[in-house]
């Protein structure tokens, strides 16, 4: 069965610095994977995601993943932090076997500092 | 512009009350869903359809109720069965329920008990 765990609920970084977030997946066949970001009260959005092929994905906003077979990861990471990436990520998987459902993680808050 | 209409955007419900959310997409997407999402567990399924007149149970459907009568349309009703309703709501939608789709999201509604 798919899963996906979000390692850490709440992420703090300085402004300028590195955004790492992190997301391991379980899947028993090639996954389809995810982020989305949601600022407050709104729906999510998708930032990137990776379906076949090159396994480092870029997507909107300066975002990244890598897609990690042999460590089960996606991470999501940005160079720079800007105070408007506070908000909170989500990570989702899908593949054939989960009936096409996408599973998505609890999510991580990133607070970004002055 | 195309997207995924809710409505409203906050709601009150009493004890004992049925209420309904509006969801109405313009994407000519055939798959649609709700989720709800309370703090720290992520987005739940509640209730998907991949077409007209047809619909599926998600992980959390007791105490919900939806119809699928448009393409575009797809309300859902909280009932009184429903014992701990308060919650953010998200309606949501795709090209088909296919592994790799995108999931499009509304703005969601929020539903307090009062």
């Known amino acids: 069965a798919q899963s996906v765990t979000q390692l850490g609920s709440h992420v703090s970084v300085s402004e300028g610095a590195l955004v790492l977030l992190r997301c391991n997946y379980s899947?028993?066949?090639?996954?389809?994977l995810f982020w989305y970001v949601q600022y407050p009260n709104q729906g999510l959005q998708l930032l990137l995601k990776?379906?076949?092929?090159?396994?480092l994905v870029k997507g909107i906003n300066g975002f990244e993943a890598e897609f990690k077979k042999s460590e089960t990861s996606f991470h999501l990471t940005k160079p720079s932090a800007h105070m408007s990436d506070a908000a909170e990520y989500f990570c989702?998987?899908?593949?054939?076997?989960?009936?096409?459902?996408?599973?998505f993680g609890a999510g991580t808050r990133l607070f970004v500092k002055a | 512009d195309g997207g995924i209409t809710q409505s409203p955007k906050y709601l009150f419900r009493k004890e004992g009350q049925n209420v309904t959310l509006s969801c109405e997409q313009n994407?000519?997407?055939?798959?649609m869903y709700w989720y709800r999402q309370d703090p720290g567990q992520g987005l739940r399924l509640i209730y998907y359809?991949?077409?007209?007149?047809?619909?599926q149970k998600g992980d959390i459907a007791e105490g919900y109720s939806v119809s699928r009568e448009k393409k575009e349309s797809f309300p859902l009703t909280v009932t009184s069965a429903q014992k701990n309703p308060t919650a953010f709501y998200l309606c949501?939608?795709?090209?088909?329920?296919?592994?790799?789709?995108?999931?499009?999201f509304g703005e969601g509604s929020w539903l307090t008990v009062v």
């Open positions: 994407l000519n997407h055939d798959a």
């Open positions: 899947s028993s066949v090639p996954p389809y």
């Open positions: 359809s991949q077409i007209v007149n047809d619909f």
């Open positions: 949501a939608s795709s090209i088909g329920q296919l592994s790799g789709n995108t999931i499009y």
């Open positions: 989702a998987v899908s593949d054939y076997t989960g009936g096409f459902k996408t599973i």
């Open positions: 990776y379906t076949t092929g090159a396994t």
